[in-house]
């Protein structure tokens, strides 16, 4: 695909702090993944994750509360404007996020938005759009998370690279 560039990963382990379980996975954000067309840039990223078997896809934007999925990984392209999002809980790590950038999400690390510029925008999806559950951290959630989180598969495909993606060489 023209509108995908080579790859630049860079990951974060984000171990458990507690009160949020993270991920023995790192976090994956390829940035600038994609050159976004001006007409729907939202749409790109719907079509090329489906593509690689990510599907159950939204349009929306990063929540300003700490909260992670048990069930599922996730995958965000920024499709428009820009947000500094915090990742891993509050002793996780801060990334700033501008559009065509790429985030692949382990299950269990939190995700929170610190603040943003008016026309932030992402398209989230799930691999073989798998079911998603919410969490926030609260004792009450663990252990069952804990279980949820150890049962989630590795993605079959790289949601942007597909099956020759750098994501297999980070999540083995």
């Given at each position: 695909m023209?509108?995908?560039n080579p790859p630049r990963a860079i990951s974060f382990d984000l171990t458990d702090d507690g009160s949020i379980p993270?991920?023995?996975l790192p976090l994956v954000i390829y940035q600038g993944a994609v050159k976004l067309a001006?007409?729907?840039p939202a749409s790109l990223f719907e079509q090329l994750?489906?593509?690689n078997n990510w599907t159950g896809s939204w349009r929306d934007g990063v929540y300003t509360y700490h909260h992670y999925h048990s069930t599922t990984h996730e995958v965000l392209g920024v499709y428009a404007g820009s947000a500094t999002v915090k990742f891993?809980?509050?002793?996780g790590i801060k990334q700033?996020?501008?559009a065509g950038d790429v985030v692949i999400i382990p299950a269990g690390v939190a995700h929170k938005n610190l603040g943003a510029s008016s026309d932030f925008g992402v398209?989230?999806?799930y691999p073989n759009g798998a079911e998603w559950d919410m969490n926030y951290g609260q004792k009450k959630e663990?252990?069952?998370?804990?279980?949820?989180?150890?049962?989630?598969?590795l993605p079959e495909l790289d949601p942007v690279y597909g099956a020759g993606g750098p994501l297999h060489e980070l999540w083995v």
């Open positions: 023209e509108s995908i993270n991920s023995r001006p007409r729907d994750f489906a593509a891993g809980g509050d002793k700033k996020l501008t398209v989230g999806a663990r252990p069952q998370a804990d279980e949820n989180i150890a049962r989630v598969p």
